[in-house]
């Protein structure tokens, strides 16, 4: 098992272990790709889903929120494209009977070539010190000008394969880069064919009646059906956006990375309204602030990057993902995408209505263009959990597990302990816990020694522990550890509410955009 391995299945079964993450109908041996989150999971997804809306909607006096349906009028996904191309290309192995993305198969092969490069890159580094030029470098040494020869040209010709529904030749280009079913090296490829990944249902108690539907592979089509109902009662005027986050559904081939890739999983979107000509700049502003909203949480720059697409969906004319580094790499955790008119001239095709914008600046009315934020809540639930996951080891040689999530992001702010249950100590912090469970999600913990009590709240993710002495009978000062550099400090009871707001307010995170 590598690392990487190692270290994923930590994070799983902490993730289990202290309540964030379980699979789903676990009693009954789970059902594949769907997860439930559990009584800390609930919490932390619910802060991110916050610090998304504060940050995209409420900061935002062009941006207004909505929540629409996940049943919508099935003529919604023959407009959207959804019922026509909504597909990933499948291919089976005939040995292991296993089910693999084609794409996904090619594009691991180049991620594994992009891997050796890295490799070339730190050995040169190491080599030339202080005189690397890295950009240098990747343009001039052979080897690696050949690696990314490689990637460009077997990527350019799944994305030209793939444009022209060419499935025999993305078959042959597996077959011509020998890749193998990655459990057991087979070969033995079946040819290669379409899915599609929506899930149908039906709407009405008989059957000859009923209507079929399909659950929402996206919540963006929510936004574009209610795009002038939208703008008429609020009254925005271009450029404006509309956000929402909500459950999407894809029947998603392979699915088992944990809550990267769900059936079932949660979406915030933003649709942004715009004059057409103008794409160009707010795609490249969007980019630019959906990374600053990433790194205002603190996880390392490092760990971040832009994916420009080569592959461009039917829709748009540019796009571009944020990478995050997960347990397994690099992979996509959100996308920019310039949507261009498409998705409202669909709708206006498709309903015959109307979608247009009438421009009172200079007296036209357009079809505008679009430029959309995506990114899934439950890959970015992971990216946090699986980041903030750390062994540590301590001065004195013994080690902890914490878990360090940004404070403003943790699901309970901060535990109160009495230092041991009798004379009046429970009752002090128990009156804690009541003055600050107003403001913040605490926690009361009388069980086993102080010391395991910290350990527990540290894996749990808890920036804060507050615990009552007998001193505190004397002077009304309690002891505050911080979890991340477990400093200890002695603080007025009344000054609790203001040191913990201070930390987890997200005033202070949010200004760091
Ligand atoms: P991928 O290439 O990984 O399948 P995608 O390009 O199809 O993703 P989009 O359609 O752009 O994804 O969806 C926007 C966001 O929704 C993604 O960036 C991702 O964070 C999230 N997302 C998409 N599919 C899933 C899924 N099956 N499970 C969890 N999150 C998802």
Redesign the pocket.
């Given at each position: 098992m590598t690392n990487q391995d190692d270290q994923f299945k930590k994070v799983i079964s902490h993730a289990k272990e202290y309540g964030y993450v379980f699979q789903s109908s676990e009693i009954y041996d789970g059902l594949s790709a769907v997860y439930d989150y559990a009584q800390n999971g609930a919490e932390l997804k619910k802060n991110i889903r916050e610090y998304w809306w504060k940050a995209m909607v409420q900061m935002n006096e062009n941006i207004v929120g909505i929540d629409a349906a996940i049943f919508m009028h099935p003529t919604t996904w023959k407009a959207s494209g959804h019922v026509d191309a909504f597909n990933d290309p499948l291919i089976d192995n005939k040995d292991s009977k296993k089910r693999y993305r084609a794409d996904v198969l090619i594009e691991d092969y180049c991620a594994k070539i992009e891997a050796k490069i890295d490799k070339e890159v730190e050995k040169a580094a190491k080599r030339f010190g202080d005189s690397f030029d890295k950009a240098q470098f990747l343009a001039t040494n052979t080897r690696v000008v050949e690696y990314q020869e490689k990637i460009n040209t077997t990527l350019s010709r799944m994305a030209k394969s793939l444009e022209r529904e060419d499935l025999a030749d993305v078959k042959a280009l597996i077959e011509e880069l020998e890749i193998a079913d990655p459990l057991t090296g087979s070969r033995n490829w079946t040819d290669v064919k379409q899915f599609n990944l929506m899930f149908g249902t039906k709407l009405g108690a008989s059957a000859e009646n009923a209507m079929d539907l399909y659950l929402r592979p996206?919540t963006a089509q929510g936004i574009f059906v209610n795009f002038l109902n939208v703008q008429k009662t609020s009254r925005l005027k271009i450029p404006f956006g509309i956000a929402q986050t909500g459950k999407?559904f894809?029947n998603?081939i392979v699915?088992r990375q944990f809550?990267?890739?769900?059936?079932e999983?949660e979406?915030m979107e933003m649709q942004f309204f715009i004059k057409p000509g103008t794409q160009k700049e707010w795609y490249e502003q969007w980019k630019e602030t959906r990374l600053k909203w990433h790194l205002s949480l603190g996880m390392g720059a490092e760990n971040y990057r832009f994916h420009d697409h080569e592959k461009l969906a039917h829709y748009a004319d540019a796009a571009a993902?944020i990478e995050f580094k997960f347990p397994f790499g690099f992979?996509?955790?959100?996308?920019i995408?310039s949507r261009t008119d498409f998705d409202l001239s669909q709708h206006e095709k498709f309903s015959g209505k109307k979608l247009q914008y009438f421009d009172h600046e200079d007296n036209s009315s357009y079809v505008p263009y679009v430029v959309e934020t995506?990114?899934?809540l439950?890959?970015?639930f992971l990216a946090v959990f699986s980041n903030s996951l750390k062994e540590e080891t301590l001065e004195d040689g013994s080690t902890r597990t914490v878990l360090a999530l940004p404070s403003v992001l943790a699901p309970v702010k901060a535990a109160v302990f009495p230092l041991v249950k009798k004379d009046g100590l429970p009752e002090i912090a128990q009156q804690i816990v009541e003055e600050l469970k107003w403001d913040f999600n605490v926690v009361y913990d009388e069980k086993d020694a102080v010391g395991r009590r910290y350990r527990r709240q540290d894996a749990n993710g808890t920036p804060f522990c507050i615990t009552v002495d007998h001193d505190t009978l004397e002077d009304n000062m309690v002891t505050i550890r911080h979890r991340d550099s477990m400093q200890q400090e002695r603080v007025k009871m009344d000054a609790l509410r203001d040191i913990i707001k201070q930390d987890v307010d997200m005033r202070s995170w949010l200004m760091k955009m």
């Open positions: 996206e999407a894809r998603e699915a809550i990267f890739r769900m059936r999983f979406q993902d992979k996509e955790l959100e996308g995408h995506s990114i899934g439950d890959r970015m």
